[in-house]
Nanobody, 125 residues
């Protein structure tokens, strides 16, 4: 029912920045908490960040704390992931996912009901 589309990925040099967007189609995101996940070749999908329905609560993986910032604009049905000071190890396909606002672990992919198609982020010289 709820479709998500990620955008903003691309190639960037180490130390650079990218801003990913997650757009909802069909429904607004007002009643959904959003998680950002990433998956690199040969690795499991990992939780990167999380934001509650109102934006009042955010979570980050230790590996991205201080570098990434998640935000949302419910009026536009958009969620953003600002990525600064990017490192080669940030290279992965990034996905946004939606779930109802309460219950479940934010970093568990199985807690989410809807997923986008993913956008490639490559950090390389």
């Amino acid at each position: 029912q709820l479709q998500l589309v990620e955008s903003g990925g691309g190639l960037v040099q180490p130390g650079g920045s990218l801003r990913l967007s997650c757009a909802a189609s069909g429904f607004t995101l007002d009643y959904y908490a959003i998680g950002w996940f990433r998956q690199a070749p040969g690795k499991e999908r990992e939780g990167v960040s999380f934001i509650s329905t109102s934006g009042g609560s955010t979570k980050y993986a230790d590996s991205v704390k201080g570098r990434f910032t998640i935000s949302r604009d419910n009026a536009k049905s958009l969620v953003y992931l600002q990525m600064n000071s990017l490192k080669p190890e940030d290279t992965a396909v990034y996905y946004c996912a939606a779930r109802r606002g309460y219950g479940g672990s934010w970093y568990s992919a199985q807690s989410y009901d809807y997923w986008g198609q993913g956008t490639q982020v490559t950090v390389s010289s």
